[in-house]
């Protein structure tokens, strides 16, 4: 089939030449017309004429409340009702003037209209549908396409509309999206996809179930050339467009309510024999279950896209200082016990407290598009002084009983006493591991810098965790933070527990809060297995060298942040403030850098740490100086204590003899 029977190509004049002679000799109607017996017997059917189906209809109240919509502003801008927020349905064009800059729309491909590649037409000819919803809609085709701006920035529309055949996707849809992809990859302008579909374009068949492949190819486009692609999704998003271009967005927003699942309501309760469905394939579900990062009622979704495409803008101006490497804190060696017991204080500033003060405008991303949302991590988008970057945050779950206790002294954690996380309180699990890689590819392919905020026991521990697959997670998400090309900094707030901690401190900087620690086990459970006594766990806390001084000597960690005195508990506003002063300063170096550079650098680094450093020299001394201790106490013993030996020892043991 050639290009010319997939599409036409007419100038504006002459479209309206070509659709009013269609008018004249094709008779529309409204809906799809009823046939008498003469259709089976070979005539010509009777059109019987229905009344039309006006999905914008002006309704006098709500159909959910019966609310008054008469005078409501929302209601006649945006289709949603004052009371109850119920979402009605909103046509494409109507939607894109109510969230794009006025005046700056500029629609593209717009006369690409459908043909009959089948000649479909058991009741109907196919091409009679099309001309009637054209007619009705006032659109060429489902899907409107174009360039506007939103808050300023500019950006590619791709909106769907449900009343035009149910908003399925056919070659002329198909063909306008990746039309929209290819454009916006070549100008490098974020999309922004609103789907509402219904289903499939049976009357085109097999090459109607091709788009999805075609809109998934020009997807792929944005996506290697690391353009950003939002979905909105309306109530309803199924069928083959969900499952195609519409879930190869980077960030996916619900509007309340909204049916998204791939088989149509209709068809779950039939297939689940149960009307009571809906709870289960909505938008709060699709949250819950880690396959929406967010849902926004349409009032706030121009806000809302607003702050993310300013997220994605790459123009940063670099004005930040670089500080001099002697002006760095430096503390005195911490009692051991006594940090660990501040990383776990009750009131300790967690992630939750730090982001609002670190992050400017933070947009938080949910789900690890596997089916779950670990609440341990949170990730998301947000300025780092005038520098867009992606978060990745370990969060500690406390338990009522916790958050309840001032005095840290009469709390006994669930990692005190047993040495690890307890599922729910604080670990991180499979599904959190899979939510900050997620982060953590997003943030490489925008070439955002990489923040982590890491505050954990460790991993959770359980039979469903290893089912999962917890050990493989772990390793691939240490895989995934040395291979991506972006800068990225770590700091340890609180506790720095095992392998969890590990996994995500794996950094070009790896920063230190001063009363944090970082450990490969509690000290509790390192008592329990080397001297069998979980009460002498200070004295395994100070074998453990785990504190940030101790961390900073032996290299792993890279700079120490003060605390105000006290603690970051005591002035969290003011230990903030010490935090994202450093922050801004690596991540202002670490842009300088060649993306490429640092990731080679960073598996250099870990390649090597512990290897010919300070700590190694060290290591090698103390070890000779044993040696040699050990040979001068078996000469005396062999030899006695003569003038020889003693002018050996005044040598230092290098005369002639030795």
């Known amino acids: 089939m050639t290009r010319a029977a997939l599409q036409c190509w007419i100038d504006p004049k002459g479209v309206a030449a070509v659709l009013s002679i269609a008018f004249h000799l094709v008779t529309i109607k409204p809906l799809y017309p009823e046939f008498d017996d003469a259709f089976d017997a070979g005539g010509d059917p009777e059109v019987v004429e229905l009344a039309p189906l006006d999905l914008e209809q002006e309704l006098s109240v709500c159909l959910v409340c019966g609310t008054e919509l008469g005078g409501s502003d929302l209601f006649q801008r945006i289709r949603v009702c004052p009371q109850c927020g119920f979402h009605y349905n909103i046509s494409a064009r109507s939607r894109i003037a109510a969230l794009v800059d006025p005046g700056t729309f500029e629609e593209s491909h717009r006369w690409i209209t459908s043909i009959d590649p089948l000649v479909f037409s058991p009741r109907v ?139 149509s309501l209709g068809a779950l309760r039939e297939i689940e024999e149960s009307e009571d469905v809906g709870d289960h394939a909505n938008a709060e579900a699709m949250l819950n279950y880690g396959h929406l990062d967010m849902v926004i009622s349409r009032d706030k979704q121009r806000d809302q896209l607003s702050v993310l495409l300013g997220l994605f803008d790459r123009h940063v101006k670099d004005d930040a200082r670089t500080r001099r490497r002697g002006s760095r804190y430096r503390p005195g060696r911490q009692d051991a016990w ?31 598009r596997s089916g779950a949302d670990d609440e341990g991590v949170k990730i998301g988008l947000g300025y780092l002084g005038v520098y867009p970057v992606m978060v990745v945050a370990q969060e500690r779950i406390r338990s009522d009983e916790e958050a309840s206790q001032e005095d840290d002294r009469s709390i006994e954690s669930f990692t005190e006493r047993f040495g690890y996380a307890e599922l729910g309180r604080g670990g991180i699990g499979v599904t959190g591991f899979r939510k900050a890689r997620r982060a953590a590819v997003m943030a490489n392919d925008f070439r955002l810098p990489l923040v982590v905020l890491v505050d954990t026991p460790g991993p959770k521990l359980g039979i469903g965790q290893e089912l999962n697959g917890l050990a493989s997670e772990i390793a691939e998400t240490i895989n995934v933070m040395l291979g991506i090309e972006t800068p990225v900094v770590s700091v340890v707030i609180g506790e720095g527990g095992s392998e969890a901690a590990l996994a995500f401190s794996v950094a070009d900087r790896m920063m230190m809060m001063e009363n944090s620690i970082y450990t490969p086990i509690s000290p509790e459970a390192g008592a329990a297995t080397e001297l069998r006594d979980r009460a002498r766990a200070p004295e395994v806390a100070r074998s453990l060298r785990l504190t940030s001084y101790d961390a900073l000597e032996m290299g792993i960690a890279d700079l120490i942040i003060a605390e105000p005195d006290g603690g970051a508990n005591a002035d969290p506003a003011r230990a903030a403030i010490m935090l994202k002063r450093e922050l801004i300063s690596e991540v202002s170096q670490l842009r300088r850098r060649h993306r490429r550079v640092l990731a080679r650098h960073r598996r250099k680094r870990f390649r090597h740490i512990g290897e010919y450093g300070p700590e190694f020299r060290a290591a090698v001394r103390s070890e000779l100086n044993t040696w040699r201790a050990a040979v001068r106490a078996q000469m005396r013993r062999v030899f006695g204590s003569g003038d020889g030996i003693g002018d050996e020892e005044r040598d230092g043991g290098r005369s002639d003899g030795v």
């Open 338 to 368: 006594e940090s660990v017991r501040l990383s776990r204080r009750a009131d300790r500033p967690t992630a939750s407290a730090y982001i609002p003060r670190l992050f400017r405008n933070f947009v938080e991303l949910h789900g690890d």
């Open 125 to 263: 000819s196919y091409q009679v549908r099309v001309l009637n919803d054209q007619e009705r809609t006032g659109l060429s085709e489902a899907a409107v396409t174009g360039i506007a701006r939103i808050g300023g920035a500019r950006c590619a529309i791709i909106a769907i509309d449900f009343g035009f055949l149910g908003g399925s996707m056919g070659l002329v849809v198909g063909e306008k999206v990746a039309r929209m992809f290819e454009l916006a990859a070549r100008h490098r302008l974020p999309v922004i996809t609103f789907a509402t579909s219904g289903g499939a374009r049976l009357q085109e068949g097999v090459l109607s179930l091709t788009q999805m492949a075609k809109t998934v190819v020009a997807a792929r486009t944005l996506r290697e050339r690391g353009i950003p692609l939002i979905s909105v999704l309306a109530n309803p998003s199924s069928g083959q467009i969900l499952s195609s271009f519409a879930s190869m967005s980077d960030i996916r927003i619900g509007e309340p309510g909204a049916h998204i699942a791939f088989a």
